[in-house]
Structures are given as C-alpha cells and as structure tokens.
C-alpha cells in the first residue's frame, strides 16, 4: 500500500491481479449484475489509487480494508436502485469465477479473521446472524428486518450493540 501511496502504477497492478475476482466476487453477490459489479470494482481501485495513504495496516489487513470498500460501494450502488431493488434477497447469485470467494470467505481468509470470528461467537446467536447477514451478505437493514421478522429498530439496535461489543473484543 506504500508504493500505491506513492503513485507506483506497478504496485495497483499487482494488486489488482491479487485481489480482483475476490472483490468482484464481493460487489456481484450484493448487486446481482455483472456490469454493476464491474463498475465497483473500478471505484474501488480508484479508490485505493486516490486513498492508499490512508490504509492503516494497525487497523486491518489489506484485504479486509479492499473488501469493506468494495462491500460499501455495491451497497451504495444497490440502495441508489430504490427499494425495491434493495429487498431482493441475494442467496443462490452464481460467481462468474468459481475460485472467487464470498464475502465470508474472504474475511475468513484475511490476517485478522481468527480474532473476528473469536468476538463473533462471543454475541449471542440472534445478534451474531444479524451481524454476519448485514456485512457479509450486504442486506440493508430493512431486508433484514423483514427476513428476520423483526422491527426495523430493533434489528438496528442489536447490530449496534454487536458492533461496540466486536469493537470492544477486537481492542483487546
């Protein structure tokens, strides 16, 4: 990320040969369509062209920092839809490449997974689901309110409550 910080082309490069059917794995599971995907993920290596000063190797892995951008951009692209498209459920969406890993997979795969999949199983199940369905599946919050047959608010309060209890987990 220090090379990409200082305009080495070469750097993006390889990391985007690394990296890219895994992110496009990520942005497809959530947008269900090729071409919205494609179109993240050349925001998400824009991104990391214009931000790579920002990356922050204390906070997370490189993979993990590239999978929340790219998670973030498909759900932003997703929510811009409307609606109706936000409520569509997203399981059984084929891979293009069948070597790239879903969201869960990857966050398994990075650096850090052992000590986030530690805190996970610290909540309680109803919170941990919540959690793993929201980010790891790229659900809004509404569609998971309506898949867990809960009030919007409530679904809201026990991903917060999760999320300060991961952070509190993970700061240790």
Do not use: H
């Not at 990320?1 to 990296?19: F, H, K, N, V």
């Not at 109706?84 to 399981?91: D, F, S």
């Not at 919050?141 to 991961?166: F, H, N, Q």
Request: charged fraction near 30%.
């Amino acid at each position: 990320m220090a090379r990409i910080a200082a305009g080495d082309r070469e750097a993006l490069r390889q990391l985007y040969q690394a990296t890219s059917a895994k992110l496009f794995g990520v942005a497809l599971r959530i947008l269900s369509d090729r071409e919205d995907a494609q179109d993240v993920l050349q925001e998400v290596y824009l991104t990391v062209w214009r931000r790579a000063d920002r990356f922050d190797e204390a906070r997370a892995s490189v993979m993990t920092w590239l999978s929340a951008i790219a998670r973030n951009r498909a759900i932003d692209r997703l929510r811009a839809r409307g609606p109706l498209a936000r409520a569509e459920p997203v399981e059984g969406l084929e891979i293009a490449d069948e070597g790239a890993l879903g969201a869960e997979a990857l966050l398994s795969a990075a650096d850090d997974s052992g000590r986030l999949g530690a805190c996970l199983s610290e909540l309680d199940k109803r919170t941990e689901t919540a959690i793993r369905t929201a980010f790891f599946e790229g659900l809004t919050y509404e569609a998971l309110a309506r898949r867990m047959d809960a009030p919007l608010g409530t679904v809201k309060s026990w991903i917060r409550r999760g999320l300060a209890r991961l952070k509190g987990c993970l700061e240790r």
